[in-house]
């Protein structure tokens, strides 16, 4: 089985609340060193079978009619996950 990522941003012009709300919130937690904060959407598309130029490019298609919208979002990615990117860095905290 594979893993197809789609990252969605809001376009640059967009108001992002959510975002200005989390850089708020790590200001006043002590995370200074951060300048801003962008919040977007992340979709994971599990595909049976092993990774294809024709899934990719099929999912491609789909960021851009279904899991978009185009006026206030850019797709910024599409790719398949590696295990090197599903492994775990540790912990959260």
């Given at each position: 089985m594979a893993l197809v990522i789609v990252d969605v941003m809001p376009k640059p012009e967009i108001l992002d609340p959510q975002g200005k709300a989390v850089a708020s919130a790590l200001g006043r937690l002590g995370f200074g060193q951060f300048r801003g904060t962008r919040q977007g959407k992340r979709f994971e598309l599990a595909v049976d079978g092993p990774p294809?130029?024709?899934?990719?490019?099929a999912a491609r298609e789909a960021a851009t009619t279904l899991l978009s919208n185009p006026v206030i979002e850019d797709v910024v990615s599409v790719r398949f996950e590696t295990a090197a990117d599903a492994a775990p860095e540790g912990p959260a905290a």
């Open positions: 294809s130029a024709e899934v990719l490019e």
